[in-house]
């Protein structure tokens, strides 16, 4: 989501996927009812104005074909477990002096640091953690789902936030 705001601000997102593609693109429904890469809806919502690419980032040359991108850009975005991409050799302190002006920008469920760092999440684990989910629905039912995804919205939003704020801080 951090990138499609993005690339509804004008930027030129590459999206980087697995060789077999993002399980998102399995996701239905599918314009025709018919399962194919190209026509679910949450792949069609989250990557419109997006460009990808397909690399094995944990082969040697898909990590050179990487570099070659991050030689262009701006700024990367990324969703992995704290020190994922680290294991990498892409990490922060792995390309902040390969490339001096990339901005670095990690969207995680619980951060980098503190006790939930390394745990898995989406949006509704945040959601539910943080009460949202006691908020909705009736007084007499268990917890209800929010209507969208808030917390995956929300903290890709900020992340958005976060990555114009620091081109801004990188242009002055």
Request: proline share 7%; charged share 20%.
């Amino acid at each position: 989501y951090c990138g499609l705001i993005m690339a509804g601000f004008g930027a030129d997102v590459i999206k980087v996927e697995p060789p077999d593609g993002d399980p998102i693109r399995r996701w239905g429904p599918f314009t025709d009812a018919t399962p194919h890469l190209e026509t679910g809806a949450f792949h069609l919502y989250l990557n419109q104005g997006k460009r990808s690419v397909a690399l094995d980032i944990e082969t040697e040359d898909g990590r050179a074909l990487l570099r070659e991108l991050l030689g262009t850009a701006d700024v990367l975005l990324e969703s992995f477990r704290p020190g994922a991409l680290a294991d990498l050799g892409l990490g922060y302190e792995q390309l902040k002096e390969e490339f001096p002006g990339l901005l670095y920008v990690s969207v995680t469920p619980f951060g980098q640091t503190g006790p939930y760092a390394d745990r898995a999440g989406f949006g509704l684990v945040g959601e539910a953690m943080g009460g949202w989910r006691y908020l909705v629905g009736e007084p007499d039912r268990p917890p209800a789902r929010m209507g969208i995804s808030i917390g995956d919205t929300l903290a890709a939003s900020y992340g958005c936030m976060g990555a114009l704020a620091a081109l801004h801080h990188r242009e002055k």
